[in-house]
Protein backbone atom coordinates (compact mmCIF):
# COMPACT_ATOMS: atom_id res chain seq x y z
CA UNK A 1 0.00 0.00 0.00
CA UNK A 2 2.64 2.24 0.94
CA UNK A 3 4.62 1.83 -2.45
CA UNK A 4 1.26 2.36 -4.55
CA UNK A 5 0.46 5.33 -2.60
CA UNK A 6 4.24 6.43 -2.99
CA UNK A 7 3.68 6.01 -6.61
CA UNK A 8 0.89 7.73 -7.05
CA UNK A 9 2.58 10.90 -4.93
CA UNK A 10 5.40 10.90 -6.48
CA UNK A 11 3.69 10.83 -9.82
CA UNK A 12 1.63 13.97 -8.99
CA UNK A 13 4.53 15.65 -7.80
CA UNK A 14 5.84 15.34 -10.89
CA UNK A 15 3.32 16.34 -13.25
CA UNK A 16 3.55 19.41 -10.41
CA UNK A 17 7.13 20.26 -11.36
CA UNK A 18 6.31 19.99 -14.86
CA UNK A 19 3.62 22.83 -15.20
CA UNK A 20 5.86 25.00 -12.35
CA UNK A 21 8.90 24.85 -14.47
CA UNK A 22 6.92 26.89 -17.69
CA UNK A 23 7.32 30.56 -18.41
CA UNK A 24 4.72 32.28 -20.10
CA UNK A 25 5.61 35.96 -21.75
CA UNK A 26 3.58 38.46 -21.44
CA UNK A 27 0.81 39.54 -23.33
CA UNK A 28 1.55 43.03 -24.91
CA UNK A 29 0.66 44.98 -28.77
CA UNK A 30 3.69 47.22 -28.50
CA UNK A 31 6.45 44.56 -29.09
CA UNK A 32 6.58 44.15 -32.42
CA UNK A 33 9.73 45.63 -33.14
CA UNK A 34 13.40 44.20 -31.39
CA UNK A 35 13.94 48.24 -29.96
CA UNK A 36 10.59 47.58 -28.27
CA UNK A 37 10.84 43.97 -26.78
CA UNK A 38 8.51 43.11 -23.55
CA UNK A 39 10.14 42.29 -20.49
CA UNK A 40 9.80 38.90 -20.00
CA UNK A 41 10.05 36.45 -16.70
CA UNK A 42 10.00 32.69 -15.64
CA UNK A 43 6.00 32.47 -14.25
CA UNK A 44 4.34 35.50 -16.12
CA UNK A 45 1.51 35.50 -18.42
CA UNK A 46 1.26 33.66 -21.26
CA UNK A 47 1.33 35.66 -24.68
CA UNK A 48 -0.34 35.00 -28.22
CA UNK A 49 0.69 36.30 -31.73
CA UNK A 50 -1.50 36.41 -34.27
CA UNK A 51 -0.66 36.79 -38.10
CA UNK A 52 2.50 38.53 -37.02
CA UNK A 53 5.86 39.01 -35.07
CA UNK A 54 6.12 39.55 -31.40
CA UNK A 55 9.84 39.94 -29.68
CA UNK A 56 10.22 38.92 -25.44
CA UNK A 57 13.03 39.48 -23.27
CA UNK A 58 14.86 37.58 -20.69
CA UNK A 59 17.41 37.77 -18.22
CA UNK A 60 18.71 33.58 -18.22
CA UNK A 61 21.25 32.04 -16.03
CA UNK A 62 25.02 31.63 -16.50
CA UNK A 63 25.62 28.06 -17.24
CA UNK A 64 22.02 26.97 -18.00
CA UNK A 65 20.01 25.62 -20.56
CA UNK A 66 16.63 26.43 -21.86
CA UNK A 67 14.01 25.56 -24.50
CA UNK A 68 12.15 28.60 -26.43
CA UNK A 69 8.98 26.72 -27.47
CA UNK A 70 6.35 28.00 -30.05
CA UNK A 71 3.29 26.38 -30.73
CA UNK A 72 -0.32 26.66 -31.93
CA UNK A 73 -3.53 26.36 -29.50
CA UNK A 74 -4.30 23.04 -28.68
CA UNK A 75 -8.03 20.89 -28.14
CA UNK A 76 -10.87 20.72 -30.74
CA UNK A 77 -10.59 24.67 -31.41
CA UNK A 78 -6.84 24.42 -32.87
CA UNK A 79 -5.97 25.49 -35.68
CA UNK A 80 -3.67 25.20 -38.79
CA UNK A 81 -1.08 27.16 -39.79
CA UNK A 82 2.64 27.39 -37.54
CA UNK A 83 4.93 28.94 -35.35
CA UNK A 84 8.43 30.30 -35.58
CA UNK A 85 10.67 30.96 -32.80
CA UNK A 86 14.80 32.56 -33.28
CA UNK A 87 16.64 33.51 -30.38
CA UNK A 88 18.73 36.59 -30.42
CA UNK A 89 21.17 37.57 -28.47
CA UNK A 90 21.29 41.52 -26.74
CA UNK A 91 22.12 43.23 -29.55
CA UNK A 92 19.34 41.28 -31.78
CA UNK A 93 22.00 38.92 -33.10
CA UNK A 94 20.75 35.50 -33.83
CA UNK A 95 22.31 32.50 -31.16
CA UNK A 96 23.45 29.65 -32.70
CA UNK A 97 21.98 26.05 -31.42
CA UNK A 98 21.71 22.75 -31.96
CA UNK A 99 18.50 21.20 -30.95
CA UNK A 100 14.84 21.83 -29.62
CA UNK A 101 12.82 19.99 -32.35
CA UNK A 102 13.38 16.47 -31.04
CA UNK A 103 10.28 14.55 -31.42
CA UNK A 104 7.49 14.62 -30.49
CA UNK A 105 6.66 17.99 -32.14
CA UNK A 106 3.35 19.39 -32.43
CA UNK A 107 1.92 20.18 -36.36
CA UNK A 108 2.84 23.71 -36.71
CA UNK A 109 5.40 23.98 -33.81
CA UNK A 110 8.59 25.11 -33.65
CA UNK A 111 11.29 25.28 -30.64
CA UNK A 112 14.94 26.55 -30.12
CA UNK A 113 17.12 25.45 -27.49
CA UNK A 114 20.66 26.87 -26.05
CA UNK A 115 23.02 26.26 -23.23
CA UNK A 116 23.77 30.11 -21.65
CA UNK A 117 27.82 30.73 -21.78
CA UNK A 118 29.31 29.83 -17.89
CA UNK A 119 31.10 33.02 -18.15
CA UNK A 120 31.07 35.50 -17.16
CA UNK A 121 28.64 34.09 -14.20
CA UNK A 122 25.70 36.05 -13.61
CA UNK A 123 22.49 36.76 -15.86
CA UNK A 124 22.86 36.67 -19.79
CA UNK A 125 20.22 38.76 -21.69
CA UNK A 126 18.71 36.33 -24.39
CA UNK A 127 15.25 37.36 -26.53
CA UNK A 128 13.00 35.31 -28.27
CA UNK A 129 11.46 36.38 -31.70
CA UNK A 130 7.76 34.30 -32.00
CA UNK A 131 6.65 34.34 -35.41
CA UNK A 132 2.73 33.59 -35.96
CA UNK A 133 1.54 32.54 -39.52
CA UNK A 134 -1.48 34.23 -41.62
CA UNK A 135 -4.92 34.00 -39.64
CA UNK A 136 -2.71 31.76 -36.66
CA UNK A 137 -2.30 32.74 -33.03
CA UNK A 138 0.90 31.28 -31.35
CA UNK A 139 1.75 30.89 -28.09
CA UNK A 140 5.34 30.77 -26.13
CA UNK A 141 6.45 29.06 -23.75
CA UNK A 142 9.99 28.85 -22.44
CA UNK A 143 11.82 26.10 -19.51
CA UNK A 144 14.96 25.72 -17.88
CA UNK A 145 16.02 22.31 -18.81
CA UNK A 146 19.09 22.15 -16.82
CA UNK A 147 19.29 18.59 -14.48
CA UNK A 148 21.05 18.80 -11.24
CA UNK A 149 22.52 16.17 -8.87
CA UNK A 150 23.30 17.42 -5.56
CA UNK A 151 26.31 14.88 -4.96
CA UNK A 152 28.91 12.94 -5.60
CA UNK A 153 32.19 11.19 -3.63
CA UNK A 154 35.42 11.14 -4.95
CA UNK A 155 38.28 9.32 -3.12
CA UNK A 156 40.79 7.76 -4.93
CA UNK A 157 43.03 5.48 -1.70
CA UNK A 158 39.40 4.22 -1.29
CA UNK A 159 38.27 3.26 -4.92
CA UNK A 160 35.11 5.70 -4.70
CA UNK A 161 34.11 7.81 -7.54
CA UNK A 162 31.08 9.38 -9.27
CA UNK A 163 29.57 8.00 -12.54
CA UNK A 164 27.27 10.24 -14.16
CA UNK A 165 24.87 8.21 -16.22
CA UNK A 166 22.86 9.81 -18.80
CA UNK A 167 20.53 8.63 -21.33
CA UNK A 168 18.65 10.23 -24.36
CA UNK A 169 14.76 9.35 -24.55
CA UNK A 170 14.51 10.78 -28.11
CA UNK A 171 15.27 9.77 -31.03
CA UNK A 172 17.24 12.15 -32.45
CA UNK A 173 20.95 12.58 -31.46
CA UNK A 174 21.46 15.43 -29.04
CA UNK A 175 24.53 17.06 -27.14
CA UNK A 176 24.46 17.13 -23.32
CA UNK A 177 27.48 18.99 -21.08
CA UNK A 178 28.11 17.46 -17.95
CA UNK A 179 29.66 20.17 -15.33
CA UNK A 180 31.32 19.34 -11.92
CA UNK A 181 30.75 21.80 -8.89
CA UNK A 182 33.07 21.77 -6.00
CA UNK A 183 31.53 22.19 -2.37
CA UNK A 184 32.41 26.28 -2.64
CA UNK A 185 30.35 26.57 -6.31
CA UNK A 186 33.29 26.41 -8.28
CA UNK A 187 33.56 24.52 -12.03
CA UNK A 188 35.75 21.51 -11.55
CA UNK A 189 35.52 20.35 -14.96
CA UNK A 190 33.12 19.63 -17.92
CA UNK A 191 32.77 17.22 -21.20
CA UNK A 192 30.38 17.70 -23.42
CA UNK A 193 29.35 14.85 -25.44
CA UNK A 194 27.07 13.39 -28.42
CA UNK A 195 24.46 11.11 -27.00
CA UNK A 196 22.73 9.04 -30.21
CA UNK A 197 19.09 8.53 -30.59
CA UNK A 198 17.81 6.28 -27.20
CA UNK A 199 21.38 6.02 -26.43
CA UNK A 200 23.78 6.54 -23.00
CA UNK A 201 27.12 7.63 -21.70
CA UNK A 202 28.58 7.69 -18.74
CA UNK A 203 30.88 10.28 -17.50
CA UNK A 204 32.67 10.23 -14.14
CA UNK A 205 33.59 12.60 -11.60
CA UNK A 206 37.47 11.92 -11.93
CA UNK A 207 37.45 12.44 -15.74
CA UNK A 208 36.36 15.59 -15.24
CA UNK A 209 39.00 16.61 -12.85
CA UNK A 210 37.99 15.71 -8.74
CA UNK A 211 40.38 14.59 -6.49
CA UNK A 212 39.43 13.09 -3.58
CA UNK A 213 36.24 15.34 -2.94
CA UNK A 214 32.90 15.68 -3.26
CA UNK A 215 30.49 18.16 -5.14
CA UNK A 216 27.82 18.10 -7.40
CA UNK A 217 27.30 18.07 -11.04
CA UNK A 218 24.76 19.67 -13.35
CA UNK A 219 23.44 18.81 -17.16
CA UNK A 220 22.90 20.92 -19.49
CA UNK A 221 21.49 20.04 -23.11
CA UNK A 222 20.11 22.06 -25.93
CA UNK A 223 17.55 19.23 -26.71
CA UNK A 224 13.59 19.67 -25.50
CA UNK A 225 12.58 19.44 -22.44
CA UNK A 226 12.47 15.19 -20.64
CA UNK A 227 14.90 14.92 -23.96
CA UNK A 228 17.38 13.85 -20.56
CA UNK A 229 16.98 11.38 -17.92
CA UNK A 230 20.08 10.98 -15.85
CA UNK A 231 21.14 9.49 -12.32
CA UNK A 232 24.60 9.86 -10.44
CA UNK A 233 25.88 6.98 -8.53
CA UNK A 234 28.70 7.25 -6.53
CA UNK A 235 30.75 3.49 -6.10
CA UNK A 236 33.98 2.10 -4.47
CA UNK A 237 35.76 -0.21 -6.46
CA UNK A 238 37.26 -1.42 -3.51
CA UNK A 239 34.67 -1.99 -0.79
CA UNK A 240 31.63 -2.15 -3.52
CA UNK A 241 29.36 0.21 -1.06
CA UNK A 242 27.86 2.61 -3.63
CA UNK A 243 24.78 5.23 -2.92
CA UNK A 244 22.78 7.39 -5.34
CA UNK A 245 21.47 10.96 -6.16
CA UNK A 246 19.70 11.09 -8.98
CA UNK A 247 19.41 13.83 -11.30
CA UNK A 248 16.04 16.50 -11.39
CA UNK A 249 14.69 19.33 -13.05
CA UNK A 250 14.69 22.92 -10.64
CA UNK A 251 11.40 23.75 -9.79
CA UNK A 252 9.81 27.51 -10.19
CA UNK A 253 7.11 28.62 -8.60
CA UNK A 254 4.59 30.61 -11.27
CA UNK A 255 3.02 33.90 -11.45
CA UNK A 256 -0.28 34.81 -12.21
Known amino acids: MMKRNCIRTCTAAMSAMA???LTYAPTSTANTTFATRANSAVGS???AVSGGTRYFSYQFTSG?????????????????????VTILDSTG??????GGDEEPLDP????????????????FEYNV?????????CFLRVVETTLF???????????YDGFAEVHNNSRNTISATVTAFAPNGT???????????????FVTASSLGAANTFGSMTITTPAKPGSISANMTTISSTTGLSFDSPFTPRELVPRY
Open 129 to 137: QLTAGTATT
Open 19 to 21: LMS
Open 149 to 159: SPWFFRDAPNG
Open 187 to 201: IIGASTQSIPGNGTI
Open 64 to 84: RSYHAYGYIGYGPDSQGGSCS
Open 108 to 123: GADGDGFVVPTAPAGF
Open 93 to 98: AAVANN
Open 45 to 47: QSA
